[in-house]
Nanobody, 123 residues
């Protein structure tokens, strides 16, 4: 059974940084494309970033481009989201997702999901 567990969320002031981690167990992580999504209260879930199974290619939503960086360590079965220059509008529950050989932005296609970690950015 594949499990995804996020950590690293918290409360930070605007302009600050956080690094989220998502540890994957129970499956061949090195074959999984991984994505990060976020959902703010009263809003739909939205794509943040994704990375291919090899780590060669990364994709970002325009709202986070230049501020967030997605990366992975296949030896540790972990995907990261480094978030810099955080803004109050980044406040949301951040969730990681995985699917073999898929790294698109469409959440419909991901097979595995974590529970999420709360990120709150104060102004």
């Amino acid at each position: 059974q594949v499990q995804l567990v996020e950590s690293g969320g918290g409360l930070v002031q605007a302009g600050g940084s956080l690094r989220l981690s998502c540890v994957v167990s129970g499956g061949p992580f090195s074959t999984y494309g991984m994505g990060w999504y976020r959902q703010a209260p009263g809003k739909e879930r939205e794509f943040v970033a994704s990375i291919t199974f090899s780590g060669e290619n990364t994709f970002y939503d325009d709202s986070v481009k230049g501020r967030f960086t997605i990366s992975r360590d296949n030896a540790k079965n972990t995907v990261y989201l480094q978030m810099n220059s955080l803004k109050p509008e980044d406040t949301a529950v951040y969730t990681c997702a995985g699917k073999p050989y898929y790294a698109g932005r469409n959440d419909y296609f991901y097979d595995y999901w974590g529970q999420g970690t709360q990120v709150t950015v104060s102004s």
